[in-house]
C-alpha cells in the first residue's frame, strides 16, 4: 500500500508568506507617506487657487482702474501668517458676509468662474479661505494663509 501525499502548502507556509507580504506593504507606506502626499497635494491645489485669484483681480482692475473692487480690499503690509484672523482681508464666499472682502459680484462669472475654496475652509459657512488685500505700493497681495507645507502660506503680489 502506498501513501499518497496530497500536493497543496502547509498553514506555516500560507502565515509566512502572508507575514512577509503585510512587512513589505508596512515598508511601502511608510517610504510613500501619504500624509505628506495629501498635504503637497491640498497645496498644489492652494497655489492654482491663488493664481486664478489674483489673475482675476488683476484683469479686473485692468479692465476697471477705478472700480469699487478695490475699494471692498483692505490694506495690509503683506503678510500671510498673520491674516488668518484678519476679518477685513478674509474673502467671502459667494452670496456670504464674512466681514471681509465680498468680491464675488465684481469677479464671478465674468474674470473667474467661482471663487476658489480653500480645502480647510470647505466646512466654513462664510469664508473662503483665502485673504486679499492691497499693500501700500497700489499693488494686489492674495495668499492661502493655511498651506501646510509653506510655513509662511502661498502668496502673489502683483
Known sequence: ??????????????????????????????????????????????HSDVQALSNAITQYVIKNPTG??????????????????????????????????EIDDYLVPDYIAALPIDPVAEDSDEDTGYVAYQLSNGRIYVCAPYAEEADSGISITR
Not at 473692487?69 to 478674509?90: E, H, I, K, W, Y
Open 68 to 101: 469699487t473692487l478695490l475699494n471692498q480690499l483692505a490694506s495690509g503690509d503683506g503678510t500671510c501668517a498673520q491674516t488668518v484672523d484678519d476679518n477685513d482681508v478674509r474673502i467671502c464666499k459667494e452670496d456670504e458676509s464674512c466681514g471681509g472682502a
Open 1 to 46: 500500500m502506498k501513501i499518497r501525499r496530497s500536493a497543496g502548502f502547509t498553514l506555516l507556509e500560507i502565515l509566512l508568506v502572508v507575514a512577509a507580504i503585510a512587512i513589505l506593504a508596512g515598508i511601502i507606506i511608510v517610504a510613500i507617506n501619504p500624509a505628506q502626499q495629501l498635504a503637497e497635494t491640498r497645496d498644489a491645489q492652494r
